[in-house]
């Protein structure tokens, strides 16, 4: 099927061929007949892709801030590789979409409605129930293609809070504008639209809407002071976009006492304290379609709010909107300057240069509804490949797959076959990038594809271990990205297809800090090493929200089995032996502490006799090393700082080894597991020990629960 993408890294836009989606649960898939192009927003995206460095520099300078704190915790060559690498994403565009329900995910919308969503411009997309919304039989296409864009103004109008008989202004007349007018129109207002195009004006006119056209020299401060009968305005709505602080700062002035601003679009931000302060002003910036956007609980998990409580949702504007239409009290049709096919899309693109269009509609023809629902598309001509040769699939291509694995593994001369995503752009995107034969979104297909022999799986937390099993049953070697699993039961279940299994294929878990450099050499010196040893382990992790999936038990698992694990077993590969036990303590629940095991400190102990503590801290800064290793045996101590330098104090033979730039092992650890499947070794890690840090890991998150 086809999509429209951006690469924020250049701003260029292409129309790609990708596969279907995955359905999922609470989820619809749709077939899209219509889309609608924003003019505003997209055009905002594709000029910021456009811009260089400096200039996107300029434009986020808290991502700065980020990249300056990573450079001092990371170096400066991984950083810019981050900052590439998240630059290299390409983006989705549209969020303006009608069509059929192919797959109604358990919902309670039937197969074959005609249904509106905040989709993006493709053929098939995916998209959550709660920003879906039935289309009445007597709204045509075309029109319901407006309703996401239309609840963006239904939202900074009840925001605004009109009143029959109010005098309010619209600053910017382009979509959303031109919306929000008949809007206010519907709810009894007089309304004064502002804008600099005199065509927008005329349409606005049209819709009832007496104006100011700038470019004429028009006054809007005098002009709303007669609007208004000389008393000022009850409210401003500004949908327009520029980064002038004007259009607020006029706002204030046209305002009467205690009148009412609402920031729809995107504008400067410089307040003065004076134009509020004299009038008691309220200024609101209004949220996207309404409440529950950007509420995981709302729009991921399906999950309502109480209509008792809250009245007007997302969808319920979706609705309101469509209602509008279907009385005829909202009429878009006039808005609509462009119509083009999905083939034509680059074309439709190119109409967004010029300031005077509005509407710019895209059709799919659909012709071919089996074509479209293809789960996986050719990217390259496959690869040649021995019996000896690790032929890999990759299920997940975040930022960290993406970024280093699937180089590491090409490096290592791994033959990449298919990359598995849940959406497909991604694979489509890495794929194509890394040189893979194809793009897939069925998982199914890799596991019985007689060809791949490995699969990488780094998908989300809690698919690890079903996906494991799965590639175990199938007799394939398999490279999980921590963690190997969630929960205990998880565990038995992989030990148990390990070992029915046939082949007994290799496991391998991306443990990567137990291949760096460094720790190599610190494995070296402490071989000759006979007594016990102590370990002091420090994760100066950061911050996460309470609300990121990592910390959600039942998707992330928390901290300590997500990252925490990486530490436990390179203790474990130091010391040389068993762990025989465990104490762990989390910070206390106090007032403000959303999260208390991602604080915590975990005593390990050894067969041997020695004994480690993994100090795993989320509240730390980021002046101090993110990652301190430091044994103390032998009469002396080896203390490692972010991978980067190694130090020996008062230990014979060995002072310091310093790395040009931060190395954790990841390109070793790939190589190492490649090179057991061609040269048929064992698996660089045991099964057994694999199994016994992940065990560990599971147990000390369960202590803190």
């Known amino acids: 099927m086809k999509q429209v993408l951006q690469n924020i890294a250049n701003g260029e836009t292409s129309l790609v061929d990708v596969p279907c989606p995955q359905s999922k649960n609470n989820n619809l898939l749709i077939s899209t007949s219509k889309t609608l192009v924003s003019a505003g927003t997209e055009r905002m995206l594709i000029d910021f892709g456009k811009a260089n460095w400096l200039d996107k520099a300029r434009q986020q300078p808290d991502k700065v801030k980020m990249v300056l704190d990573k450079v001092k915790t990371d170096g400066l060559m991984p950083t810019v590789d981050a900052v590439r690498s998240k630059l290299d994403q390409p983006l989705p565009l549209g969020y303006c979409n009608v069509g059929t329900v192919l797959d109604n995910g358990n919902s309670e919308f039937e197969v074959g409605t005609r249904v509106v969503s905040n989709g993006n411009h493709a053929e098939v997309v995916r998209v959550p129930k709660n920003l879906c919304a039935k289309v009445p039989d007597n709204v045509d296409d075309e029109s319901a293609s407006f309703t996401v864009l239309g609840a963006i103004a239904l939202q900074g109008v009840r ?62 401060i005098k002009a709303a002071e007669a609007f208004s009968r000389g008393r000022g305005v009850d409210a401003v709505i500004i949908t327009a976009s520029t980064k002038s602080n004007e259009p607020v700062s006029q706002a204030a002035t046209m305002c009467r006492k ?90 439709a693109y190119q109409c967004l240069d010029d300031r005077s269009s509005l509407g710019i509609v895209l059709d799919y023809p659909n012709d071919n509804v089996e074509s479209l629902t293809q789960r996986s598309v050719n990217l390259n001509v496959g690869v040649s490949h021995s019996a000896s040769d690790a032929v890999c699939a990759f299920v997940g291509a975040g930022n960290y797959a993406s970024r280093v694995l699937m180089p590491a593994f090409k490096s290592a001369g791994a033959k990449l076959d298919t990359v598995v995503t849940s959406a497909g752009v991604s694979a489509v995107h890495h794929g194509d990038k890394q040189g893979f034969a194809k793009a897939s979104t069925d998982f199914n297909e890799v596991i019985s594809d007689s060809a791949v022999n490995t699969v990488v799986i780094a998908t989300q937390h809690n698919l690890h271990a079903e996906q494991t099993i799965a590639a175990l049953k199938a007799e394939k070697h398999v490279f999980v990205e921590k963690p190997l699993a969630l929960k205990e039961s998880e565990i038995d279940e992989i030990e148990a297809a390990y070992n029915s299994s046939e082949t007994l294929p290799k496991v391998m878990v991306g443990y990567n800090r137990r291949f760096a450099p460094n720790v190599l050499k610190m494995k070296e010196l402490l071989s000759s090493v006979k007594g016990p040893k102590t370990f002091i382990m420090t994760m100066n992790a950061g911050d996460i929200p309470a609300e990121h999936w990592t910390q959600d038990p039942n998707v992330g698992g928390g901290r300590i089995i997500g990252e925490a694990c990486h530490y436990i077993d390179l203790m474990r590969h130091l010391a040389g032996c068993k762990i025989t036990g465990f104490n762990a303590m989390c910070m206390g629940d106090a007032p403000g502490v959303a999260v208390r095991e991602d604080k915590a400190s975990i005593t390990l102990s050894f067969e041997d006799g020695s004994i480690g503590t993994i100090h795993y801290f989320a509240n730390g800064g980021k002046a101090f090393p993110k990652e301190r290793i430091e044994v103390f045996a032998n009469d002396a101590v080896l203390q490692l700082d972010n991978f980067r330098k190694l130090i020996g104090f008062g230990w014979k033979g060995f002072t310091k080894q310093k790395l040009m730039s931060q190395d954790k092992g990841q390109d070793n650890c790939s190589k190492a597991f490649i090179e057991s499947i061609q040269q048929g070794k064992p698996s660089p890690i045991s099964f057994d020990e694999i199994i016994e840090v992940a065990r560990v890991s599971c147990q000390v998150a369960e202590s803190f629960r």
Not at 159 to 183: K, W
Not at 317 to 340: C, Q, W, Y
């Open 159 to 220: 925001l605004v809070q009109p009143t029959l008989g109010e005098c309010v202004v619209v600053t910017g007349l382009g979509l959303i504008g031109l919306v929000t007018i008949q809007l206010l129109k519907a709810n009894g207002c007089r309304v004064l639209g502002i804008d600099f195009d005199s065509s927008k004006c005329d349409l606005a006119r049209q819709l009832g809407a007496e104006t100011v056209d700038l470019s004429k020299g028009e006054d809007p």
């Open 258 to 347: 205690r009148g009412r601003i609402v920031l729809v679009g995107v504008v400067g931000l410089e307040l003065s304290r004076a134009d509020f302060f004299e009038k008691e002003l309220t200024f609101q910036v209004s949220c996207s379609y309404g409440p529950g956007r950007y509420d995981t609980e709302y729009e991921d998990k399906g999950n309502d709010y109480p209509v008792g409580f809250v009245r007007w949702t997302e969808q319920r504007n979706f609705e309101a909107v469509l209602d509008m239409m279907s009385t005829g009290a909202l009429d878009v049709k006039p808005l609509i300057t462009h119509r083009f096919s999905i083939n034509d899309a680059l074309e």
